[in-house]
């Protein structure tokens, strides 16, 4: 790996404690000023906005700025960001719509510091398929560890403190992330397009997802996918409550035994999408996640819910490494932030879908009707894919963007669209 992979992926671990310390606290920074439920999801609610807003934007945006600026300029702005809540906080004037607001901003950050990390790795990486999974699993995996196990007890901790204090330790991790990021080796722009309006180029880049039926399939399976796991989550403590006499803590366990097995699909993706081919193993872990919700929903007892949602997280853990990988090796430099940023607005704009679904579902029927809808919906959704996402049409795309980016060879046309007539 080069020497570079090794402080972004530093960089990255130390945002992704940050993240997870205010993931934990900025709901209970609320709570501590209401305890009205409509303003809570106002402030959970902010983060996301963003994305349904200005996703396919942001990643036109994206693929028109350096990657590298664009990161540690994101991360330095949302240091100085949070400056503002803890300043409300010494001054005792923190409110809702102030702490809505920074998680609107802070989200908006995300959104251009995460599209520019996916584009700028695939050059960092000199597009080499292996080289990507392997990154992809670092830091997925560690990820996963900083804001899944260690940033949410680290932000009750710190809250216990005084309320400024995960807010300070989220800055500071923004800060080192940002100098970090300063020092990567600056990568060239790729060819500049012709000069379009940003929200035809933002067209154009939905338009080659869309157009593309492997970039498709692979968009396909995390919006579907979020509104099964959507549906799940939203009545999963009162399944677990109700149906599996978990108690608080209990409940605390079942979700580390989900983040478990997320760290193990990411440790194993590599390994999967050698001996099965990128194509299968996909499917092979999209089903298998959909098999685990249903063994989630049948579950007798607190151990084998565990054990379904440890495979579920595995499932998981694997697909979010080996898509994002094959999407980074296949995609044109110029695209990137395009298509990084359309499959990421796709699976966000699922979410309340999936949430509202869940619901619905629980209260006209029973608990664990979400649960089992979402297995169907998740088996369904991998034999739709299938096709989509084959080891055949995995090869063929791969071979497209190696000749691709070999010196004097055309683009290909069955990986590009064929004119800018189609893209508009």
């Known amino acids: ?194 000069r379009e309006s940003l929200l035809r180029q933002a067209r154009a880049g939905a338009s080659y997802v869309f157009r593309n039926r492997l970039l498709l399939g692979l968009a396909l399976r995390p919006a579907v996918g979020n509104i099964a796991f959507l549906a799940v989550e939203t009545v999963l403590a009162l399944f677990a409550h109700d149906r599996l006499g978990i108690d608080t803590y209990g409940f605390g366990l079942l979700l580390t035994a989900e983040a478990t097995g997320g760290l193990l699909g990411a440790g194993i993706a590599s390994f999967l999408g050698r001996r099965l081919g990128t194509g299968t193993a996909l499917t092979c872990t999209a089903a298998v996640e959909g098999l685990a919700i249903l063994g989630l929903a049948a579950a007798p007892n607190p151990y084998a819910a565990g054990l379904a949602l440890a495979v579920c997280g595995a499932g998981m853990g694997a697909t979010m490494v080996l898509a994002p990988s094959l999407r980074q090796a296949i995609v044109p430099a110029h695209l990137m932030g395009r298509v990084a940023s359309t499959s990421r607005m796709l699976a966000m704009c699922a979410a309340p879908i999936g949430a509202l679904l869940g619901g619905w579902l629980a209260t006209t029927y029973d608990i664990r009707t979400p649960l089992y809808a979402a297995g169907v919906l998740l088996l369904a959704m991998t034999a739709v894919t299938a096709s989509m996402t084959s080891n055949r049409r995995v090869d063929a795309a791969l071979r497209a963007a190696a000749q691709a980016d070999s010196p004097g060879h055309p683009t290909p046309k069955d990986l590009v669209p064929e004119s800018a007539a189609d893209l508009s």
């Open 1 to 194: 790996m080069p020497t570079g992979f090794g402080r972004l992926w530093t960089a990255q671990t130390v945002s992704s404690l940050g993240d997870g310390v205010t993931h934990a606290a900025l709901p209970l920074l609320a709570l501590t000023l209401t305890r009205d439920p409509m303003a809570l999801a106002v402030v959970a609610a902010a983060g996301t906005l963003p994305w349904l807003l200005f996703g396919v934007l942001g990643g036109a945006l994206v693929d028109r700025w350096d990657r590298r600026r664009t990161m540690w300029v994101t991360d330095a702005a949302r240091a100085v960001l949070l400056v503002i809540p803890v300043g409300a906080v010494v001054l005792d004037v923190l409110s809702i719509p102030l702490l809505a607001g920074v998680a609107f901003l802070l989200g908006l950050g995300g959104l251009f510091f995460d599209t520019a990390a996916t584009a700028y790795l695939p050059d960092l990486l000199r597009r080499d398929p292996a080289l990507l999974e392997r990154a992809n699993s670092r830091l997925r995996g560690a990820q996963t560890a900083m804001s899944g196990f260690a940033g949410p007890p680290a932000g009750s901790a710190l809250l216990a403190l005084g309320r400024a204090f995960p807010l300070l330790a989220d800055a500071v991790s923004f800060l080192f992330s940002a100098l970090l990021v300063r020092t990567l080796p600056a990568m060239p722009r790729p060819v500049p397009e012709v």
